[in-house]
Antibody
Framework: EVQLVQSGAEVKKPGESLRISCKGSGYSFTNHWIAWVRQKAGKGLEWMGMTYPGYSDTRTSPSFQGQVIISVDRSISTAYLQWTSLKASDTAMYYC????????????WGQGTLVTVSS | DFQMTQSPSSLSASVGDRVTITCRAS??????LNWYQQKPGKAPKLLIYAASSLQSGVPSRFSGSGSGTDFTLTISSLQPEDFATYYC?????????FGQGTKLEIK
């Protein structure tokens, strides 16, 4: 069974750093892109970027370039989304998802990680 | 920059109604268009991929059509469990952006 399991909810202060994770199982992790999607409360889905574990290629949306770091550790089948200095505006639910293929849909999703940034 | 525009942004309908949601791309994307359903507090669920292919396990009352810049998601006979928010997404040329969503509510 394909599963993406994300790390738990986080509460952070502005300026702090954070890394959340997404662990894949039940499939060949290195053969599928993993994407990150942001959803602010009551708002729509925003594509942040994606990474390919097979050769660690990463493509970050221009809207998020310089704001987040997307990475992967294929040895433990885990993708990461990282901030070096959080802002209150980063408060959101973050989902990871598996692309069926390079230009395919997100066919499996993680359960989401809620990040709250507040002083 | 690509824009994906959904209409309407919200829709009220009754059980048994036929409903159509539209998604328009600012440039041609062939059939690189997917549809998702999201219920409150849950991750999105893939319904339709490549514009018209039904994802495994999704009821046949859902269908998709279109190519180029104009796409539609149709629900042939609304069921109570279909009241949710629907998103289109392009997967032609990164970033693979989403439409703004269509909230389907009970009339």
């Amino acid at each position: 069974e394909v599963q993406l399991v994300q790390s738990g909810a986080e509460v952070k202060k502005p300026g702090e750093s954070l890394r959340i994770s997404c662990k894949g199982s039940g499939y060949s992790f290195t053969n599928h892109w993993i994407a990150w999607v942001r959803q602010k409360a009551g708002k729509g889905l925003e594509w942040m970027g994606m990474t390919y574990p097979g050769y660690s290629d990463t493509r970050t949306s221009p809207s998020f370039q310089g704001q987040v770091i997307i990475s992967v550790d294929r040895s433990i089948s885990t993708a990461y989304l990282q901030w070096t200095s959080l802002k209150a505006s980063d408060t959101a639910m973050y989902y990871c998802g598996r692309l069926s293929d390079g230009s395919g849909p997100l066919d499996y999703w993680g359960q989401g990680t809620l990040v709250t940034v507040s002083s | 920059d690509f824009q994906m525009t959904q209409s309407p942004s919200s829709l009220s309908a009754s059980v048994g109604d036929r409903v159509t949601i539209t998604c328009r791309a600012s440039q041609s994307i062939g059939t690189y268009l997917n549809w998702y359903q999201q219920k409150p507090g849950k991750a999105p669920k893939l319904l339709i991929y490549a514009a018209s292919s039904l994802q495994s396990g999704v009821p046949s009352r859902f269908s998709g059509s279109g190519s180029g810049t104009d796409f539609t998601l149709t629900i042939s006979s609304l069921q109570p469990e279909d009241f949710a928010t629907y998103y289109c997404q392009k997967t032609y040329s990164s970033p693979y952006s989403f439409g703004q969503g269509t909230k389907l509510e009970i009339k």
